[in-house]
Nanobody, 125 residues
Framework: QVQVVESGGGLVRPGGSLRLSCAASSKTYSQFAMAWFRQAPGKDREFVAKVSWSGASTDYGDSVLGRFTMSKDNAKNMVYLQMDNLKPEDTAVYYC??????????????????WGQGTQVTVSS
């Protein structure tokens, strides 16, 4: 069983920055593609970012492109989401997810086998 745990959420003013962290407990973590999704109240879960198993390749949702940066540290079994120039519409619960199989349909939540419990990000003045 793989455990995924997010941290780093909080309250930030518009234009500010936050860095989310995600730890995964697995001996084969280095082979996993990882992603961040988010879900705001009353809305569907939304793809935010994805990193390949090696960390060499990333993809982003249109709404965060140019503002968010995802990275992967295989030596520490960690992934990170650096969020800059935050906007009120970024307010949501952010979830980290792990895909052991490297699905090409990385924007779909169903492609991920393991999920964290989520961390709240609130952007408000």
């Amino acid at each position: 069983q793989v455990q995924v745990v997010e941290s780093g959420g909080g309250l930030v003013r518009p234009g500010g920055s936050l860095r989310l962290s995600c730890a995964a407990s697995s001996k084969t973590y280095s082979q996993f593609a990882m992603a961040w999704f988010r879900q705001a109240p009353g809305k569907d879960r939304e793809f935010v970012a994805k990193v390949s198993w090696s960390g060499a390749s990333t993809d982003y949702g249109d709404s965060v492109l140019g503002r968010f940066t995802m990275s992967k540290d295989n030596a520490k079994n960690m992934v990170y989401l650096q969020m800059d120039n935050l906007k009120p519409e970024d307010t949501a619960v952010y979830y980290c997810a792990a895909d052991p199989w490297g699905s090409s349909e990385y924007e779909h939540a169903a492609s991920y086998d393991y999920w964290g419990q989520g961390t709240q990000v609130t952007v408000s003045s």
